[in-house]
């Protein structure tokens, strides 16, 4: 598949979404699998977007790609904003406390990393670089 | 994203239909019904999602929002939630603030 360059405010999320579907179909993910990949990637990109861009005034691209091989379906979304590493939030406590007790800041990073098999964060000249593995079913 | 909410309100009962798919983007949409039904001070809060295919954490979010906007006694109703995105209210502990029903009998109405 083409990398998509997409400039970084909500609007992208659905045609992002709609790449990460393409892929996993390619990938022959099952429907599950997609719906979690999907997901994960809606996540961190609206964090990138809201957190790394809007909300600081910055305007940028984010770069999403797709790399298939015999055993995996990997995601990379790449943008320029502040480094951001999303591994070093902590899970979302207090999971079973009552809803206005909820502390929701951590949500959708804990969605993301808990839906991929790996997850992966690197900065590197310039780039947030965000990776989502997903394993392919066995082919038959 | 395909999405729409409307709301209905009958007898101090909001029922909020939901569907497409629900994510960041679309979020203030459904808040927006939300308040309009803590406008109208409803006692019970009705989300019809079975033509809702995605929700992400916006969504979730969204519950928090309704919570702080109607007070905690109301209670929210999900009804026929798809199953990926019943998976994700569980995931993240929502199903203990929610309660989620596969059916809403206007004339028989389940109990809190």
Not at chain 2, 66 to 85: C, H, L, N, R, T
Request: net charge negative; aromatic share 8%; hydrophobic share 45%.
């Amino acid at each position: 598949m083409q990398a998509l360059t997409i400039p970084a405010n909500l609007d992208a999320l659905e045609p992002i979404g709609q790449y990460v579907l393409e892929a996993a179909t390619q990938a022959g993910l099952e429907r599950k699998a997609a719906y979690r990949l999907r997901l994960a990637v809606d996540e961190i990109v609206t964090n990138i977007i809201v957190h790394g861009y809007n909300e600081v005034g910055l305007e940028g691209d984010v770069v999403m790609r797709a790399d298939l091989n015999a055993d995996a379906l990997t995601i990379i979304v790449e943008d320029t904003a502040q480094p951001f590493d999303p591994r070093v939030r902590p899970d979302p406590a207090n999971l079973d406390r009552p809803l206005e007790e909820r502390d929701i800041g951590g949500l959708g990073v804990f969605l993301a990393i808990k839906g991929v098999d790996e997850f992966d964060y690197e900065y590197a000249n310039g780039y947030n670089r965000n990776s989502f593995v997903m394993h392919r079913p066995a082919q038959g | 994203m395909a999405f729409t909410a409307t709301l209905e309100v009958k007898n101090e009962v909001a029922f909020v239909t939901i569907t497409g798919e629900l994510d960041a983007s679309v979020a203030p949409q459904f808040r927006t019904q939300i308040e309009a039904a803590a406008a109208q001070h409803v006692k019970r809060l009705v989300l019809r999602m079975d033509d809702l295919s995605y929700m992400a954490s916006a969504g979730l979010r969204s519950l928090v929002f309704a919570k702080q906007k109607m007070g905690s006694g109301v209670d929210i109703f999900m009804v026929a939630v798809q199953e990926p995105v019943a998976e994700t209210i569980k995931m993240t502990g929502f199903d203990n603030s929610v309660i989620m029903v596969p059916s809403y009998d206007e004339a028989n109405p389940p109990s809190a």
